[in-house]
């Protein structure tokens, strides 16, 4: 029980740093930095066991690319997203290259499943597409985009973040609190579009969840983002 007050305490001060950047710039800024240094110092000392300092410098991460993208002044959404996915996707793969053996991420178990996979992207794709307003973005930064947001999100939300907390507390809370989290990490205004991004981070958690296997999440996340762009002409984070 303490884990999971401990996951609640954590995702609270997220949260808070979070809006702060958001609504109360200049504050938020210090309250976020002094966040990455609290996860990193829980992370560093032996305050908690081995899985809640895993999950401690995983969760460093996410108020640390805020940081990151306001140093850049990028003001292109476009570009932003770029460097925040990119960024992602290096993070990941540095966690994951110091990960042991025995939970090595890449693997082709359960891909016979891909078939299902393939169906949930494309299905889902096409009602969001339908769904959601048209735009028009230009076609290589999309690509892009959509590339490194499947691959990205799939070795940190699944990969890192969802095996973390399954080992912290059990699968369920995982579920769960990987959901909440990558909801929080795409927050938006726009109600219809947050709907279809939590559904859409719904299934790729299920996914994993029931066989195990990075590649099918990144799959159906790619698939999905494919889909929904040659409906909509737009990406599923604008």
């Known amino acids: 029980m ?45 305050i908690f066991d081995l899985y809640a300092e895993v999950l401690f410098a995983y969760l460093s991460v996410i108020p640390f690319l805020s940081l990151f993208v306001i ?16 960024s992602l996707l290096i993070i990941s793969e540095l966690f994951y290259s110091f990960l042991p053996l025995k939970n090595k991420l890449y693997h082709l178990r359960s891909f016979k499943f891909i078939i299902l996979s393939l169906i949930y992207a494309v ?6 597409g339908l769904y959601l307003p048209h735009s028009n973005l230009p076609l290589f930064l999309s690509a892009l985009i959509i590339l490194l947001s499947s691959v990205s999100e799939a070795l940190y939300f699944q990969g890192l973040i969802q095996n973390a907390v399954c080992n912290l507390i059990n699968p369920i809370t995982g579920v769960i609190f990987t959901i ?23 299934c790729g958690t299920l996914l994993y969840f029931f066989w195990k296997n990075i590649y099918l999440v990144m799959i159906f996340y790619l698939l999905f983002q494919i889909t929904f762009y040659f409906i909509s002409h737009n990406i599923l984070f604008f």
């Open 71 to 86: 140093s850049l002044f990028i003001q292109s959404l476009i570009v932003r997203d770029i460097f925040i996915f990119a």
């Open 123 to 128: 299905l889902f794709g096409i009602l969001a």
């Open 2 to 46: 303490k884990h999971l007050y401990l996951l609640i305490c954590v995702f609270t001060l997220l949260f808070i740093s979070q809006v702060n950047l958001v609504l109360y710039p200049q504050v938020g800024i210090l309250v976020t930095s002094a966040m990455v240094i609290l996860l990193l110092f829980l992370t560093i000392y032996d």
């Open 180 to 202: 909440i989290l990558y909801g929080f990490f795409h927050s938006t205004t726009n109600n219809e579009q947050l709907i279809i991004i939590i559904l859409y981070g719904l």
